[in-house]
């Protein structure tokens, strides 16, 4: 059964079929604009809220909530249709408010260095369930007094493994949230069919490249797609994406002690940075030691190094911050991992 957000207007109407036709916009408006379950659309008659409370199931069952202690940051374990699980995190800042959304159930991309990636891949989101995410966040943000205003598409999966979901979502949170573009952010960790297929659509939502290695033989080790897609042709296609759209790149580093965080990597990462007709932000991201994770994250003071190196080089970068956990790793998965392990102790 399609879930909550998984309809899009047209298969609204049909389930509307013999309702007056300013119902379906009633409905749609409810859900997207109001953020609203079908039970609290009051407008509508008592017995049309029943059968779409019951038509119009929710996707997502909370399994788990954590925040900070300044309630800063809020995550979401949500338990699917069919036993996987996926994380939603929230995140207040003093200037703006972001979700970070997950894609997938697990990733087949097999990072070497991501326990989510060794995990495998379990399934695909639907659009509705990508959706909803948001919806939940923008209800929680909303509930405290913030406006949610921007979405990374950063969580749990490669986006653009699951483009015929992901793109839909997009398109929902931009036409029916009222998101703008510019503060929509798709990563990917490097699948250059997919940021074709971006630069081809008609809306110019930023990309995240999650590099991790700016030669070919290190990131064939960390980063098994580089093999399919080297650094080249991964290149080529951010120059287009760049030239099409004319928005900011960024490219996501995850700080491996010794492994790329000498000085050697500074010059090959400036080197590509700045090779693009826009140079691309780096974001560098620390990663948190984890138990029994044989990865070890730069210390901070390597970070504050590398960082200052990049700069060196004319290189943008910023480090980001990891309030106590991992919320912004790599291309989100490792954070899903740590986080769920977390919560899922909570849980308990
Ligand atoms: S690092 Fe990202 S793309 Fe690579 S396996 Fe992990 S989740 Fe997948």
Redesign the pocket.
């Known amino acids: 059964m399609p879930t909550r957000y998984d309809l899009d207007r047209d298969a609204l109407a049909d389930l509307l079929t013999g309702e007056p036709r300013y119902r379906i916009e009633q409905v749609w408006d409810g859900l997207h604009r109001q953020l609203a379950a079908p039970d609290e659309l009051t407008t509508l008659p008592k017995a049309l809220r029943a059968r779409l409370t019951d038509e119009l199931p929710a996707a997502l069952d909370p399994v788990a909530t954590s925040a900070t202690p300044d309630g800063d940051t809020v995550k979401w374990l949500f338990g699917l249709d069919g036993g996987a699980r996926v994380e939603t995190v929230l995140m207040h800042y003093p200037d703006r408010t972001t979700v970070c959304v997950s894609t997938q159930a697990g990733?087949a991309?097999?990072?070497g260095f991501?326990a989510?990636?060794q995990a495998g891949f379990q399934r695909h989101l639907t659009t509705g369930e990508i959706v909803e995410q948001v919806v939940r966040a923008a209800r929680a943000a909303r509930d405290g007094g913030r406006r949610l205003g921007n979405v990374v598409f950063m969580g749990m999966g490669?986006p653009l493994a699951n483009y015929d979901r992901v793109w839909p979502a997009v398109r929902r949170i931009h036409d029916d949230l009222g998101l703008s573009a510019r503060h929509l952010t798709l990563s990917t960790?490097g699948l250059v069919p997919g940021i074709r297929r971006l630069a081809a659509e008609d809306l110019p939502v930023n990309l995240a490249v999650?590099l991790h290695a700016a030669n070919d033989a290190l990131r064939d080790e960390l980063?098994p797609i580089g093999r399919r897609y080297p650094l080249t042709v991964l290149m080529a296609a951010c120059a287009d994406y760049l030239r099409a759209k004319g928005r900011r790149l960024s490219f996501e580093w995850a700080l491996i002690d010794g492994t790329n965080d000498r000085a050697s990597d500074a010059d090959e990462l400036a080197e590509l940075a700045r090779s693009l007709p826009l140079p691309a932000h780096v974001n560098l991201i620390p990663l948190n030691p984890t138990p029994g994770y044989p990865t070890r994250g730069t210390p901070r003071a390597g970070v504050r190094r590398f960082r200052h190196l990049l700069e060196e080089r004319g290189v943008n970068a910023t480090v980001r911050r990891n309030r106590g956990v991992d919320i912004d790793a790599?291309?989100g998965?490792?954070a899903a991992r740590v986080s769920r392990v977390e919560l899922t102790a909570r849980a308990r």
């Open positions: 990733c991309m097999g990072c991501c989510t990636g490669e960790v999650s980063v790599a291309c998965q490792l």
